[in-house]
């Protein structure tokens, strides 16, 4: 028996965000990040939950990679406040921040026996990227090493994908996230737990981020481009939640734990050579010719559509100023490939590998990460 699951309200459009006046709620507890509070994003939702006379919180102590540390620290801080809905705000990092705080509490609580109170989890994400607010997973560094996690408890309740929140995204931002949606989809779809309702879903992101990204990245005042990649980075992670990621992923944690590169970035970095890797079997490689059809390339022959696709992601990284190589982005060739044993332990741990499209070995996968430099 399979489950695909639809689980998340989404809300999304022009006023969105007025979803919340919809709610019973009268304690809410708000984790985001400093910036958010600096640049009043967390206004826009307490001058709604203020009218509406609810008692707020704000947990804003979130750095880029969230660690466990600051994990424990936002558990302690909402068994304290006990809100009756939690609301993320953010990019990955505040709602990856605030799954693990939700979790975590969950866990301890059901251990001690201790009876845990109905709370409403809405993610509301400032990128188009992540897609966590309609997965189960989250990504916790911890003795900077990044975990992936997934379980049902941080399944959001309801997503709010209000447009506004995304309008003055930075061009880097845009092009980072916006390749990590691609990586997302690209993955679902090849992923050895695809089925009909992934693989439409992922098929829609990515032809979306071809149509849209750039334009996205060089005009980010275009409406509907802006809309679009919001709605593919929704898409890409229902997707992904169902039918899980691969190898890409488990790469891009392993080294942006260790030199400190941006999730997307990383994905965008390594994604047209883990594709050729992947495309060696069979089913990846039919899986590839699809999306290079789906996206109206023409193939001579069968097997052709991974070498088009890469050299097609190839050529969008170049248009937004993404690095081709790791070598590109001021890793220390000697620090890397002293590395390498490390690297590949950590993939084989990550839970992004189980359902990769390719089964390999030390000395492949360390092929792979060498020619990555």
Known sequence: MDLFQVKPRIYYGKNSLKSLKELDINRVFIVTDENMVRLKVVDNITNILE??????????????????????????????????????????????ACKGIIYFTKKIKKALNEETKKQIFIVIPTTSGTGSEVTTYSVITSEGRKIAISDEEMLPHIAILDPEFIRT????????????????????????????????????A????????VSNYENPELEAERINMQLASC?????????????????AHA?????????????????????LFNSKVAGAGKAYDEIA????????????????????????????????SLGEMKISREQYFNDLEDIIDLIYKDIATEYNPRKFNRNEIRELLETLY
């Open 51 to 96: 009218k509406m006379n609810v008692e707020i919180k704000i947990f804003s102590n979130i750095k880029p990679d969230p660690t466990d540390e600051e994990i424990i620290e936002g558990m302690i801080e909402l068994n304290k406040f006990d809100p009756d809905c939690v609301i993320a705000i953010g990019g990955g990092s505040p709602i990856d």
């Open 169 to 204: 995204l930075p061009p880097q931002i845009i092009a980072d996230t916006g390749m990590d949606v691609l990586t997302h989809a690209v993955e679902a779809y090849v992923s050895l737990k695809a089925n009909m309702f992934t693989s439409s879903l992922a098929l829609g």
């Open 206 to 213: 990515i032809k979306t981020v071809f149509n849209d990204l």
């Open 235 to 251: 898409m890409a992670g229902i997707a992904f939640s169902n039918s899980s990621l691969g190898i890409n992923h488990s790469i």
């Open 255 to 275: 080294i942006g734990a260790k030199y400190h590169i941006p999730h997307g970035r990383a994905n965008a970095v390594i994604m047209p050579k883990v594709i």
């Open 293 to 324: 059809k789906a996206l109206e390339f023409s193939l001579k022959r069968e097997g052709e559509g991974a070498a088009i696709l890469a050299k097609a992601i190839d050529l969008r990284k170049a248009k937004m100023g993404i690095p081709m």
